[in-house]
């Protein structure tokens, strides 16, 4: 049974920074060469795709126009973690923020996504 516990969240000013893990657990789940994903859902708001690495041969990444050039998402094979790397923080990052599995190689929407963590609040102030 895959595991995906996310922490780094909290609370921060706006044009702060904070980096979001997301450690995968489960023997034997590895998640070198899986797909993943970060999604996010502010209060009274659907839950919104905000980035996603894939693997196919080579690491690619891409995130949401609501976060490009602030946003960065990575992983450390070794340490079975996901990363996302939110700098420039506005306001209207504040949700909670998920991790998840892709099953397949699109990964922008929910139901592309197999598991998922409990989510981690991620509160951005004026």
């Known amino acids: 049974q895959v595991q995906l516990a996310e922490s780094g969240g909290g609370l921060e000013q706006a044009g702060g920074s904070l980096r979001l893990s997301c450690l995968a657990s489960?023997?034997?789940?590895?998640?070198?060469?899986?797909?993943m994903g970060w999604f996010r859902q502010a209060p009274g708001k659907e839950r919104e795709f905000v980035a996603r690495?894939?693997?196919?041969?080579?690491?690619?990444?891409y995130v949401a126009d609501s976060v490009r050039g602030r946003f960065t998402i990575s992983r450390d094979n070794a340490a079975n973690t996901l990363y996302l790397q939110m700098n420039s923080l506005k306001p209207e990052d504040t949700g909670i923020y998920y991790c998840?599995?892709?099953?397949?190689?699109?990964?922008?929407?929910?139901?592309?996504?197999?598991?998922w963590g409990q989510g981690a609040q991620v509160t951005v102030s004026t």
């Open positions: 690495l894939l693997w196919t041969g080579a690491t690619r990444t």
């Open positions: 998840g599995v892709c099953s397949n190689y699109d990964c922008f929407s929910e139901s592309d996504y197999q598991y």
């Open positions: 489960g023997a034997p789940f590895s998640i070198i060469n899986t797909n």
